[in-house]
């Protein structure tokens, strides 16, 4: 007598049903994959958006240190930086030999600006303009790039209380003169005032018969 299987085979509607199950299965997967890629692209779309401009879309080389913008900490020695490199060469070596003095009373001349570009003056005059609400209120403190001594070379400003101090008492010696009275950090070479001293002051800049060229 035939021996009866241990097992019944499987019927066409259990394989249907596996079948099926199977393939919900693999959608599913997929689903999941979908979803994970999605997700790293997204997170992946996020950090290029966040993440700084390139050098090629960085600001123009004359608004930067190359059109005369100074970090903190720069001297009256630092050649490195055409802020100074760039001022008129006898204002420069007064300005040095100014500090070397300064330095013996522990004072030190550190820039805050000197030489500009064009380019940056107008920045500088733009912004002025927003931030006093009018362009005659501006004009008391910033220059047109045709008329301000920045852009010739031929003014400096200094950073530090001690070393505004330190000129306002000793720089008519070297010939360096503060110019405005409300910019007690402007300095520019007056070599008359070595023998004569330094000539009065304008309240500001829209006194001054230069900027009115």
Request: net charge neutral; aromatic share 8%; hydrophobic share 35%.
């Amino acid at each position: 007598m035939p021996r009866t299987p241990r097992f019944a085979p499987k019927t066409p509607r259990r394989i249907r049903r596996l079948l099926v199950l199977g393939l919900l299965c693999v959608v599913g997967l997929l689903c999941v994959v979908a979803a994970i890629t999605a997700a790293l692209g997204f997170r992946s779309q996020s950090a290029s958006s966040s993440s700084p401009p390139s050098p090629s879309s960085s600001a123009a080389p004359s608004l930067g240190e190359a059109g005369g913008a100074v970090p903190d900490g720069v001297t009256v020695f630092d050649d490195g930086y055409p802020a100074v490199a760039n001022l008129r060469p006898d204002l420069l070596r007064a300005l040095r030999s100014a500090a070397g003095d300064a330095a013996e009373d522990g004072v030190k001349f550190y820039v805050n600006s000197g030489w500009r570009s064009p380019e940056r003056q107008d920045q500088l005059l733009r912004e002025a303009v927003s931030k006093y609400g009018s362009e005659d209120e501006a004009a008391r403190w910033v220059a047109t790039a045709d008329t301000s001594p920045h852009v010739s070379g031929d003014a400096i400003d200094i950073g530090g209380s001690n070393a505004t101090v330190w000129l306002s008492d000793h720089g008519a010696e070297y010939g360096l003169c503060q110019i405005y009275r409300n910019e007690p950090w402007h300095y520019e070479l007056r070599t008359d005032a070595i023998d004569r001293g330094c000539p009065r002051m304008y309240a500001d800049p829209t006194q001054d018969p230069r900027m009115r060229q």
